[in-house]
């Protein structure tokens, strides 16, 4: 059964880059893996996409290496308004060419002055 | 743009009563899909619609229904909530999905939040 497994919470300071890893285990070659943000009271938000080696965006940039198994979230030089939950969404193709998502139970990051 | 329009916000029900939660998206979005949301859980699929007139279930349908009778409206519905369906609800739309495996971005509305007692 496909799961993604993210941690609990993590901790950075202002100006550090911060890296967030999902595992996710049974993902077909073109699965994508998705991290959205979200703050309080307000629904997730797309940060960025992707199904193999590494994408970047003006915010992040996200790793996936070749088995597949693990993605990690880069978020360079944080600020305090980085501080929000981070999700990992995994899309399994399914044999009736529909696709299954697997969200993550989220990742709570507190930015420290 | 107003993007993806949730209501009510906050709604408190009795055990037993009946409401709807609406949403509304002005992208022309296809597939539109509830979700709730409870602590340390994450998000978890309650249905969704791949487009008007096609609806399906998600991960855990059981107590709601939905409808999809135009491209814009999803409403959900709770027929006699119970204290278990207490929680934070989003709706979310995107476009047909473009290509195998792609999700595409899905556009979130801010939540309803609901309490049963």
């Known amino acids: 059964l496909a799961k993604t497994t993210q941690p609990i919470s993590m901790d950075s300071y202002e100006g550090q880059e911060v890296n967030i890893t999902c595992s996710h285990n049974?993902?077909?070659?073109?699965?994508?893996i998705t991290w959205y943000q979200q703050f309080p009271s307000q629904g997730p938000r797309f940060i960025i996409q992707?199904?193999?080696?590494?994408v970047t965006n003006e915010v992040a940039s996200l790793f996936i290496p070749a088995d597949r198994k693990s993605s990690t979230l880069s978020l360079p030089r944080v600020s305090l308004s980085d501080t929000a939950v981070y999700y990992c969404?995994?899309?399994?193709?399914?044999?009736?060419?529909?696709?299954?998502?697997?969200w993550g139970a989220g990742t709570k990051l507190i930015i420290k002055p | 743009n107003a993007g993806v329009t949730q209501t009510p916000k906050f709604q408190v029900l009795k055990t037993g009563q009946s409401m709807t939660l609406q949403c509304a998206q002005d992208?022309?979005?296809?597939?539109m899909s509830w979700y709730r949301q409870d602590p340390g859980m994450g998000l978890r699929l309650i249905h969704y619609?791949?487009?008007?007139?096609?609806?399906d279930q998600g991960e855990v349908p059981n107590g709601y229904n939905v409808s999809r009778s135009t491209t814009e409206d999803f409403p959900l519905r709770l027929l006699s909530a119970a204290p278990s369906q207490t929680s934070v609800y989003f709706c979310?739309?995107?476009?047909?999905?473009?290509?195998?495996?792609?999700?595409?971005?899905?556009?979130f509305g801010e939540g309803s939040r609901l309490t049963v007692l």
């Open positions: 979310a739309s995107r476009p047909a999905r473009t290509g195998r495996g792609n999700t595409g971005e899905l556009f």
């Open positions: 992208m022309n979005h296809e597939y």
């Open positions: 619609s791949v487009g008007a007139g096609i609806t």
């Open positions: 049974n993902i077909a070659t073109n699965d994508y």
């Open positions: 992707g199904y193999k080696t590494k």
């Open positions: 969404l995994v899309a399994l193709t399914r044999k009736d060419s529909n696709y299954q998502l697997i």
